[in-house]
Nanobody, 114 residues
Framework: QVQLVESGGGLVQPGGSLRLSCAAP???????MGWYRQAPGKERELVAA???????NYADSVKGRFTIYREDAKNTVHLQMNSLKPADTAVYYC?????????WGQGTPVTVAS
């Protein structure tokens, strides 16, 4: 049973920074890990993903502001979010593709407001 453990959400002012982390303890064969988000009344969307070979993918809306990176020794992925905007407010969900299956975290809220 794969469990994804998320941390790092919270309240931040516009222009501020947060780092989200997601761990998949004990997992092997991780193909990809990433973050999605869902704002109220909107569909869930991909924010950023990193693949086993190190390649990354970002939503256009976060390019240049967010950075995703992996700590393979800890089976952990981090999302460094800088220059946050109110439009980034959402529940952020970690996702991992392991052994051909996709797993989800429970979600962590991020609120960007003055």
């Amino acid at each position: 049973q794969v469990q994804l453990v998320e941390s790092g959400g919270g309240l931040v002012q516009p222009g501020g920074s947060l780092r989200l982390s997601c761990a998949a303890p004990g997992s092997i064969g991780i193909y990809a890990m990433g973050w999605y988000r869902q704002a109220p009344g909107k569909e869930r969307e991909l924010v950023a993903a990193v693949f086993a070979g190190g390649s990354t993918n970002y939503a256009d809306s976060v390019k240049g502001r967010f950075t995703i990176y992996r700590e393979d020794a800890k089976n952990t992925v981090h999302l460094q979010m800088n220059s946050l905007k109110p439009a980034d407010t959402a529940v952020y969900y970690c996702s991992a593709v392991i052994g051909g299956e996709e797993y989800w975290g429970q979600g962590t809220p991020v609120t960007v407001a003055s």
